[in-house]
C-alpha cells in the first residue's frame, strides 16, 4: 500500500516536472518568438524608411525655378519655428564673421548631448562649429580632404579625418571622397541619428545631395539637423528655368528636402556682412542655410 502511494508520488513529481520543463521551454520560445518579431519589426520599420524616402523622391513634384526672386523669398521665410535658435561656433575675422553654424534646442530637434553625432564636412583650419558641438556633448567626424594634416583626434570628442564627400567614391589630386552613404558604412554608424550633418564643401554640395536623393535618400531620414553653405555666385541675370542653372538646382534640392520633411530653419548671407546688390535684391557669393527634420518618434 505503502509502496503504491510512493509510485503515485513519484508519477506527480515526474508529471510535474515534465510540465514545469515544458512551460519553460514554451517560455523560452515565447522569448525567442518575442525577439524575432522585435527584429522583424525594426527591419521592416527600416525598410519601411527606405520605401517611404524613395516614394517621397519619386512623387516630388519638381518645379523649375520661374525666376530669382522666389529663391529669395523662399529663403526669408521660417518654416520651422524655433524657441532655442542657438549658434555653434563662429570665428571673427577682419572683415567678416565665418563659420558659426545655428541649430534649433527645441525637443524634439535638439542634439540630446552626451548621445549625438556631428558630421562636419569642409574645416580648413576653421574648428569653431566642431569644438562647440564637442563641448556640447557630441561625437563629432571632422572631414577635410584638402587639409595638410594627418588623421588625428583633436580632442576627446572630435576625429579628424582626411576625407571629402561627394557624388561617388573617388581619388582626387588633393585627396579622397565617399558617398554619405560609404561613409556612413565606412564609420560603422549605419541606422544612427546624426543630429548635425555640415556641409562647407565649396560647391559640391549640389552634387552630392543628388547623389542621396537618386540612391539613398533614406539616409535624410535620420538627419535632424543639415546645415549647407550654398555657393551659387551672385545671380546675373541668367534664366533660372534651365535645367542646368545652378539656382535651379538647388531650387530642386531646395524641394526636394521639402519632399523629406526637411523645414527652412535658418539662413544668412555668407560672409556676412559682404553682399551687393543686383535689381533691388540682396545678394552674396555664398549663403548659410539650415533645415531641420523632426525625427519619427
Ligand atoms: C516670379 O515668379 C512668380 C511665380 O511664377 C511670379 O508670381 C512673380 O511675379 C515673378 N516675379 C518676377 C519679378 O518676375
Ligand atoms: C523678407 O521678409 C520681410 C517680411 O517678413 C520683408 O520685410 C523683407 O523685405 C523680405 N526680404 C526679402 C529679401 O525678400
Ligand atoms: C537654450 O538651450 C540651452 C542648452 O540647453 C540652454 O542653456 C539655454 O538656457 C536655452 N535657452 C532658452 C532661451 O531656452
Ligand atoms: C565630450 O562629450 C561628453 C559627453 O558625450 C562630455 O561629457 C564631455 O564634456 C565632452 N568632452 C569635451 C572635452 O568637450
Ligand atoms: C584610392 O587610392 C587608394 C590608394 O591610395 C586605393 O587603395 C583606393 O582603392 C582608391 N580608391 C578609389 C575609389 O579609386
Ligand atoms: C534611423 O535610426 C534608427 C534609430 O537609430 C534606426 O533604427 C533606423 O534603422 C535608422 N534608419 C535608417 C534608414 O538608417
Ligand atoms: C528660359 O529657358 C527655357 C528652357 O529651360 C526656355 O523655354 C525659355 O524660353 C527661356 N526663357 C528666356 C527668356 O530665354
Given amino acids: 500500500m505503502l509502496r503504491e502511494k510512493k ?3 513519484w508519477k506527480i513529481i515526474i508529471v510535474v516536472l515534465i510540465f514545469v520543463n515544458c512551460a519553460m521551454v ?3 520560445d515565447d522569448n525567442a518568438f518575442v525577439l524575432y518579431e522585435r527584429l522583424l519589426s525594426t527591419s521592416s520599420s ?5 520605401a517611404w524616402a524613395r516614394a517621397a523622391v519619386n512623387s516630388c513634384n519638381i518645379e523649375p525655378l520661374p525666376n530669382i526672386t522666389v529663391f529669395f523669398k523662399y529663403l526669408n521665410q521660417t518654416e520651422y519655428p524655433c524657441k532655442n535658435l542657438t549658434k555653434f561656433g563662429g570665428a571673427i575675422f577682419p572683415k567678416f564673421v565665418d563659420g558659426d553654424k545655428w541649430a534649433c534646442l527645441d525637443s524634439p530637434v535638439a542634439p540630446p548631448p ?3 553625432l ?3 564636412f569642409g574645416i580648413n583650419f576653421e574648428w569653431s562649429f566642431d569644438d562647440a ?4 556633448g557630441c561625437e563629432v ?3 577635410d580632404p584638402t587639409m595638410d594634416m594627418k588623421e588625428h583626434k583633436r580632442s576627446p570628442n572630435i576625429t579628424f579625418l582626411k576625407l571629402g564627400i561627394g557624388n561617388s567614391a573617388r581619388n582626387f589630386s588633393r585627396g579622397k571622397v565617399d558617398t554619405l552613404g560609404g561613409i556612413i558604412k565606412k564609420l560603422g554608424h549605419v541606422g544612427r541619428r546624426i543630429d548635425y550633418l555640415k556641409l562647407d564643401i565649396e560647391g559640391m554640395e549640389v552634387e552630392t545631395l543628388e547623389e542621396v536623393f537618386k540612391n539613398q535618400p533614406e539616409l535624410l531620414t535620420n538627419v535632424t539637423h543639415l546645415g549647407v553653405e550654398i555657393h551659387p555666385g551672385k545671380y546675373n541675370g541668367a534664366n533660372t528655368t534651365q535645367p542646368t542653372n545652378i539656382f535651379n538646382r538647388l531650387w530642386k534640392t531646395f524641394q526636394y528636402l521639402g519632399c523629406l520633411e526637411f523645414q527652412l530653419l535658418y539662413w544668412a548671407y555668407n560672409p556676412y556682412p559682404s553682399y551687393s546688390m543686383w535689381k533691388g535684391i540682396k545678394q552674396s557669393c555664398c549663403y548659410e542655410i539650415v533645415w531641420v527634420r523632426p525625427p519619427p518618434r
Avoid at 46 to 50: E, K, P, Q, S, Y
Avoid at 133 to 136: D, I, L
Fill in 7 to 9: 509510485k503515485a508520488l
Fill in 133 to 136: 558641438m564637442a563641448s556640447y
Fill in 141 to 143: 567626424y571632422s572631414f
Fill in 26 to 28: 514554451l517560455l523560452k
Fill in 118 to 120: 556631428v558630421y562636419s
Fill in 46 to 50: 527600416r525598410g519601411d524608411m527606405v
Fill in 114 to 116: 552626451s548621445n549625438c
